[in-house]
């Protein structure tokens, strides 16, 4: 089983509020990621990092930023949140070195509904 | 066109039933190719892993990759109730090893008692 956290679980919050969703892996992965999910849609990458201090968007864009200060924790910030980010958020991390193998492990996921 | 097209369903099978699922893709330049399994509510958990064309076994779990199509398949032998879940497939290119997965959309399988 996947060593790979997020908090919180579901979260409802206000327009305009400022929102941190908070990822955390203990399994010395050096690639991170923050996928959107939307029901019945594709994962959407929004952001990666390949190491600490590295962060890049992905393929959807999104009002969100992330940082990498750690090689363990890579939050994913929203300033003001509007209705529009509702969606679910799922982290991934992987490692890499093995023969590029591309292999995921995500966590559980973060439920967010903006009113 | 999307790079990876994949029947969302639902579908609906009996317990002990053949599931097949299945992905088409556009990229020719894919060479790993995973299948997800994702329960309603939690992320999804890394199932079968295939690295060009072939088979590969695990358990009731089979994945079978053929290239030349650009089409890659899940089967689940006796199916269980337990197996009910979206199953999302994903791939990736070789670039240098920083390369990331690209999605299908999932199909939600649902295996009745």
């Known amino acids: 089983e996947a060593d790979i956290y997020q908090t919180p679980r579901y979260l409802v919050i206000g327009t305009g509020k400022k929102i941190t969703l908070e990822c955390s892996q203990t399994?010395?992965?050096?690639?991170m990621y923050w996928y959107q999910q939307d029901p019945g849609m594709e994962l959407h990458l929004i952001h990666y990092?390949?190491?600490?201090?590295?962060?890049e968007k992905g393929d959807l864009s999104s009002e969100s930023t992330v940082s990498r200060i750690r090689t363990e924790h890579f939050p994913l910030t929203l300033e003001s949140a509007r209705p529009s980010h509702t969606s679910q958020y799922l982290c991934?991390?992987?490692?890499?070195?093995?023969?590029?193998?591309?292999?995921?492990?995500f966590g559980p996921g973060t439920r967010l509904l903006v009113l | 066109q999307k790079e990876v097209e994949q029947d969302p369903g639902p579908l609906s099978v009996p317990e002990g039933a053949i599931v097949s699922l299945n992905c088409t893709y556009s990229n020719s330049a894919f060479q790993y190719f995973m299948w997800y399994r994702q329960y309603s509510r939690k992320g999804p958990e890394l199932l079968m892993y295939t690295y060009s064309s072939g088979n590969k076994e695990d358990g009731r779990f089979t994945a079978q990759v053929d290239k030349s199509s650009k089409y890659i398949s899940l089967f689940i032998r006796d199916s269980q109730p337990s197996d009910s879940a979206t199953y999302l497939c994903a791939m990736s290119a070789t670039n240098s090893g920083y390369s990331t997965l690209t999605f299908g959309k999932g199909t939600m399988l649902l295996v009745s008692p």
């Open positions: 990092s390949y190491g600490v201090n590295s962060t």
């Open positions: 991934a991390s992987s490692e890499t070195g093995r023969s590029h193998r591309e292999t995921q492990y």
């Open positions: 399994m010395g992965h050096d690639k």
